[in-house]
């Protein structure tokens, strides 16, 4: 099964599409959308679309995962990260693709095994798990395999009823 996992953002979106049959995985592909900041966010929101639009059709993932927000002490930081993923979910829905949506802590339980994993070991374990000779780049690229991988992960228990 393919999977693209999304790390949203408005300033950066990171995108990871991987492929797993319960026992294997593979990454097929993952990067990042970027927006500068001075751009406006209207602008930068139909960036993340078109491109994220254009990964879909590029790469033909079968489901899709998304990360929640982690809310942040500032509240506007939060409102701005929201309108970044609600794009892109409205990118995956308008791909026909079904979403199931993880919090962080969720996606680190998934990948290291427990909720408290700091950014180094998640990315040692994604390196890991992907049999990559070098922890993927940039950071936003790594948590957005980081998702696909909790995804895959979570569709294997469904189907084994767990």
């Not at 899709?64 to 509240?75: H, R, T, V, Y």
Request: charged residues 20%; proline residues 5%; glycine residues 12%.
């Amino acid at each position: 099964m393919r999977v693209i996992g999304i790390d949203p953002g408005t300033a950066i979106t990171g995108w990871g599409v991987v492929e797993g049959d319960g026992s294997h995985l593979q990454m097929v592909a993952g990067g990042v959308i970027t927006t500068p900041a001075g751009m406006p966010l209207p602008e930068r929101l139909q960036t993340i679309y078109r491109e994220l639009t254009t990964v879909i059709g590029q790469w033909q993932p079968e489901t899709a995962g998304l990360e929640e927000l982690f809310f942040s002490k500032n509240a506007k930081t939060a409102l701005t990260v929201g309108h970044g993923r609600g794009v892109a979910m409205l990118a995956l829905a308008n791909a026909n693709l079904a979403i199931t949506e993880y919090k962080p802590l969720e996606v680190k339980q998934a990948i290291t095994g427990h909720g408290g994993a700091d950014k180094q070991q998640m990315q040692q374990m994604v390196k890991l798990l992907l049999g990559l000779d070098d922890i993927p780049r940039p950071d936003d690229a790594a948590d957005a395999l980081a998702v696909a991988i909790c995804h895959l992960h979570s569709i294997r228990l469904r189907q084994l009823g767990g």
